[in-house]
């Protein structure tokens, strides 16, 4: 049986480790080539090489999402190894968080640099194509940050709101051309970010619990939940899916608190 993302070529920004290794993992199971465009070499060459051990079409780009001529680079070399792009996932990104006025603007800068410019200098390298073949997918991995605020965790959430908003504006301007763009809301997945977040706390094993605590099934997210949707998000099972947002969050977002 073919896989649903059978034929179909995508491009995976921080695709080395956590949620975007996850991503490239399935996309590349669900029988699409998949380009891991990531800063960290080590990280980003393991994942294509694995994914080509099991059979699949990957490569690997040495990449920084900061940087626009990367980001172009990285489209190029996709459409130069597979000869079409028709899923770009804006995964890479950081967490920078600061009370507000004791953000530097250095901080200020970082934040935005990876978590709002990098998907932009990447949707502006990857949409002429997908304009131009009359199709695309674009999945951006935003977060509970886009619609929540929580107080000390500034700026990622202005730089995550506005991925939303990008979100939202990609997806009207290009719908009528075939391009679709939505994004992913996670609450708490285990990986990295979120471990070395518990890490600043005293006892990082309490403030683990207490993020469990907070979502209704009681844990946090695994990685591959976010991938499953990322997968639907790409598919042809979601033609009329564009411009939304799907929390990936056990519900957490929607419990009221008094
Ligand atoms: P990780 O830190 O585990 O992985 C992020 C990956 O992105 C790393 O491989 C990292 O490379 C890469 N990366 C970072 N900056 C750049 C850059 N400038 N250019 C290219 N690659 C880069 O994070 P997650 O997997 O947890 O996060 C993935 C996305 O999910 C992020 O956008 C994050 O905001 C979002 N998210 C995560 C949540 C969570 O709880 N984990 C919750 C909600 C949203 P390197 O190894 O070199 O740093």
Known sequence: MAGRL???VALVTGAGRGIGAAIAWCFAREG??????????ETGAAMAERLQEQG??????????????????AVAQALGAFGRLDTLVNNAGINVFHEPLETSEAEWRRCFAVDLDGVWHMCRAALPGMLEQGSGSI??????HSSTIIPGTFPYPV?????????????????????????IAPGYIDTSIARD?????PDPAAERARAEALHP???IGRPEEVAMTAVFLASDEAPFINAACI????????VYHD
């Open 6 to 8: 059978q034929d179909k």
């Open 32 to 41: 699409a080539a998949v380009v891991i465009a990531e800063k960290d070499p």
């Open 56 to 73: 699949a079409r990957a490569l690997f780009v040495e990449m920084d999402v900061t940087a626009r001529r990367d980001a172009e680079t």
């Open 139 to 144: 999945v951006n991995i935003a977060s509970s």
């Open 159 to 183: 730089a995550k709101h506005g991925l939303l908003g990008l979100t939202r504006s990609l997806g009207i301007e290009y719908a009528a051309r075939g391009v679709r763009v939505n994004a």
């Open 197 to 201: 977040y518990w890490a600043t706390f």
């Open 217 to 219: 099934p009681k844990r």
């Open 247 to 254: 929390a990936i969050d056990g519900g957490r977002s929607v």
